[in-house]
């Protein structure tokens, strides 16, 4: 498993109530995909430069408890099922603070060319593909 991301709660992402508001939750999950596809040797603006795009096919979250205006939210990104066409991610939040779970997520994504065709990445990234079947837990 790779380092997990911190976030910081920015006051911007607060209600008036003082809790994160639910769709960061969102925002945060991509910002520590992109942070774990750099890790993990293969950034994901050098794959669009590649002409490969990996769009959102689907998205879920369970909101356990709330982070709030200072809180760091740890976010580890594992993968749990890849294809080559389909990636499932999941996502375990967590209070620095706390060590508490905070959020529990899963996000699919799909890759595609420019023009929206699937890319079989087995063929056009073999070594990205080994190193995320490499981290699916259960995976030898």
Known sequence: MLNPYT???????T??????????Y??????????FMDKLGFPYAEMEKNGVVSPVKSVSCEYLKPCVFGDDAVIAVTPVSFNGVVLAIRYDMRSKKTG?????????????????????????????CA??????????
């Not at 190193?131 to 030898?140: F, N, S, T």
């Open 7 to 13: 976030h910081k709660v920015q006051y911007y992402e």
């Open 26 to 35: 969102i925002r945060w999950m991509e910002e520590a995909r992109i942070d």
């Open 15 to 24: 209600d008036m109530m003082g809790v994160a508001h639910h769709s960061n």
């Open 100 to 128: 508490e779970q905070v959020c529990s997520a899963r996000s699919e994504h799909v890759f595609l060319n420019r023009e929206g065709h699937f890319v079989r990445m087995k063929r056009q990234m073999p070594a990205f």
């Open 131 to 140: 190193a995320i079947e490499a981290l699916i837990p259960g995976e030898d």
